[in-house]
């Protein structure tokens, strides 16, 4: 069994020193990967405008490719909703650049109904926004990695468009998907990885979904990366709405670990969205108690 991967994941809502300097500070403690939400604001669970504001995901990014010299670097997940996924591959494609050729361009369909309303921009029926997302990977998937690309659908045109400037053969673009049914299959046909909030069992019964649609698609499934997240705690588990919570001791913690592993898991990625020094505290736990007694 390969040795798994752990990412840490930032929030947009500290400042920009703090997440310059956890992102320092998990490189030097060995983290694999570092991750930016890309939203503007928190969520509201409605259309009501939430503060504060959050920093935007890419300029962090491109900070990090500049400023921290080792780990991936990835959003998580961009919604192609905010920009045309011509230029959001242009942008994906420059930081790359700076990087050199560390970044992971995470992209999904966009859900969160707050920041549509407050900025204006379209969200759409679910429908809707699967049919858009699948076209804007088309775009994606040509720019990063054609030397033309034209798409003629009902969200996007692009003709001839060039292929962006690239230093190695592809950014990997990973999809957050949790549908079975048709996200899984975009998947399966468009992803180099794939990411979505579980726990060991959500992910082992969606790993096996991921792997039909490959098998409709005649795609090996192995070539597929698999990423998860979920707010680990080494505290009492207390339910948070919309997201998975795993742990309650150190010992669960390992545990939950190894199912994830033993399910086919590549890279857990760790999320803190609160205070900067719970962060630290918790990336501290994970790397000297936890990690050391995964197998």
Not at 6 to 16: D, E, F, I, K, Q
Not at 209 to 228: A, K, M, Q, W, Y
Not at 261 to 276: C, H, K, Q, S, W
Request: aromatic share 6%; proline share 5%; charged share 20%.
């Amino acid at each position: 069994m390969a040795e798994l991967a752990v990412g840490a994941w930032l929030s947009p809502g500290w400042s920009t020193e703090d997440v310059l300097a956890v992102a320092n500070e998990a490189e030097q403690a060995g983290y694999d990967s570092v991750w930016m939400a890309d939203h503007f604001m928190t969520n509201s669970g409605t259309d009501e405008v939430a503060e504060p504001a959050l920093h935007e995901c890419f300029s962090l990014l491109a900070a990090l490719a500049a400023a921290v010299p080792r780990v991936r670097l990835g959003s998580l997940v961009a919604g192609i909703t905010y920009r045309h996924p011509a230029v959001l591959a242009n942008m994906a494609a420059t930081i790359d650049n700076v990087s050199g050729g560390r970044l992971v361009l995470g992209v999904g369909a966009g859900w969160q109904a707050n920041e549509h309303a407050a900025y204006g921009i379209e969200l759409g029926t679910v429908r809707e926004r699967i049919d858009r997302f699948e076209e804007g990977l088309k775009v994606l998937r040509g720019l990063l990695s054609e030397s033309r690309t034209t798409v003629e659908g009902q969200y996007y045109r692009v003709t001839g468009a060039p292929r962006t400037p690239v230093v190695r053969p592809r950014v990997p673009i990973l999809i957050g998907a949790a549908g079975e049914r048709r996200m899984l299959g975009l998947v399966a046909e468009y992803a180099d990885e794939w990411n979505c909030w579980s726990d060991p069992e959500v992910f082992a019964r969606k790993s096996a979904v991921l792997d039909e649609h490959c098998e409709r698609v005649g795609r090996d499934p192995r070539s597929i990366r698999r990423t998860t997240q979920a707010v680990l705690t080494a505290g009492d588990v207390r339910a948070q709405p919309g997201r998975f919570v795993v742990g309650g001791s150190v010992a669960q913690l390992v545990d939950a670990i190894g199912h994830w592993r033993e399910a086919g898991l590549d890279e857990l990625i760790v999320p803190t969205f609160g205070p900067v020094e719970q962060a630290r505290e918790l990336y501290a736990l994970l790397q000297q108690e936890v990690l050391p007694q995964i197998g």
